[in-house]
């Protein structure tokens, strides 16, 4: 009975685990489905933002793309339109050169014409007169000139020497007095820089670096600025060439900035120079400003406070010009102060005698033309215009202020030290003295002294009397005008002794 009832039962025990087992295994199945689920669900929502985030990515660097390309097409169009200017005013300078050439050649035709028919006029007078006289040109001219002398010698030497000695004592006592006080009243320095192209490198490796892979820096730096660029074996030193000092200040900064930099490539040199040009600038309109401010001439157009600032780049026998005009402003205002002339114009000749140079080396004429053209088109009164347009004696003397401003002029570029040459110029002026003293008639000896600025003569007596050599003084300094080129004066001195010597036997 019992074994009966135990079968059932265990069959029914069987019965429950089995169906407990598999309920338990259905359960643990579903939960890793979930977990599965899950973890899927979960991967799906990090690769959505993976992709999201890509996305953004992309549409940033797209975006960046396209601001770099619109830059850099902002940039060619700026450069393109700069061009189509610059072409545009080169047609049109063009044109003006064409027509100018072309009114100039005709009034060279008429002018030969009119020379032509003045020549065949005085050449009949000319004719005539020998016809009527029975004596050449020159023949006529030798026998009144040798008449003169030889009538009037004696009357000629005395007044001569008589017109020389009036009141050139008072006179020259006086203009000393002016000068000094003026010279002393101004107490600016004698010496100026002078605008140097050589740029010192730390060592000599940099050179490598400055010429770059086949070329490619020295000559982005030489496109850059306009200057040439020469980089020879000399140790710690190269060389930058360029008839334009700003261009070459331009490119000395910038290669400074360079060396200091360390970082030298294509990229980084148009940056430098940028930067060097922005600060060169700058300093112009500086220079240019204090100028204006330590002369007390008051203000004028920047344009022409910019081309006054460019001088602080230029020199003359190694005087700065920049203050060249401004020592030169002070001593005319003193001039005109002592002499009753207009100090304002004066001081403004003087300043601005020299503003042609600023631009010299890009337009063509002497740098007085230039300088003139450049006042009248700033509207600068006519007056300042005829004070600086003598200073070189290229136009005539049409007021006391143009006087002063010449003195002035000759004044600071005279001062001891103010000027300077190298030896071979200097040298050669003093042969070039003596030679053009020697190749005149009579002339036993010369001497080139106090550093070029005095030349004496010896004289043959028995060649040259007083009258001549009063003469061969004016012709030699004549000459040496002609034919040198200095700053200051030169005092040609032509002496003549006479010596009588008997023996008491």
Known sequence: MSLTLSIPAVAVGFLVGFFLRKYLATRKTAQAEERAQAILTEAKTKAQDVVLEANNRALKVLEDAKREEADRRKQLDRIENLLTKKETDLEERTAEIAKERTSLKQKHDEAAVLKADLDQIRSRQLAELERVSGLNREQARE?????????????????????????REELEKKAREIMTMAIQRYAGSHIADATTTVVTLPSDELKGKIIGKEGRN?????RLTGVDVIIDDTP??????????????????????LIADGRIHPTKIEESVEKSRL????????????????????????????????????????????????????????????LGADVMVAKKGAL???????????????????GRKILAKFGVDDK????????????????????????????????????????????????????????????????AIQA??????????SKIDDLAALALARDIAQKIE?????PGEIRVNVIRETRAVEYAR
């Open 279 to 338: 600060e060169i600038n700058d300093k112009i309109r500086q220079a240019g400003e204090a100028a204006l401010i330590e002369c007390g001439v008051g203000m004028v157009d920047a344009k022409l406070v910019y081309l006054l600032g460019r001088l602080a780049f230029r020199t003359s026998f190694g005087q700065n010009v920049l203050i060249h005009s401004i020592e030169m402003a002070h001593v005319a205002g003193m001039l005109a102060a002592e």
């Open 218 to 222: 020295i000559k982005a730096l030489e």
């Open 452 to 461: 070029g600025r005095e030349v004496r003569v010896f004289v043959t007596p």
């Open 384 to 447: 300042i215009v005829k004070a600086m347009e003598a200073h070189h004696e290229e136009y005539p003397y049409s007021s006391l202020e143009s006087r002063i401003v010449q003195a002035a002029d000759a004044i600071s570029g005279a001062r001891p030290g103010a000027r300077r040459d190298t030896v071979e110029i200097y040298l050669k002026r003093l042969e070039d003295l003596e030679r053009i003293a020697n190749s005149f008639d009579g002339v036993e000896k010369s001497y």
């Open 482 to 486: 002609t034919e040198m080129k200095y």
């Open 236 to 257: 710690g030193t190269m060389v930058i060439s360029g008839f334009d000092p700003v261009r070459r200040q331009i490119a000395k900064m910038a290669l400074e900035k």
């Open 352 to 370: 601005f005698h020299d503003i042609g140079k600023a631009v010299d080396h890009e337009v063509q004429g002497t740098h007085v033309e230039i």
């Open 143 to 167: 026998q009144m000139l040798t008449k003169v002398q030889e009538e009037y010698r004696e009357d000629l030497y005395h007044q001569l020497r008589k017109l020389d000695g009036e009141n």
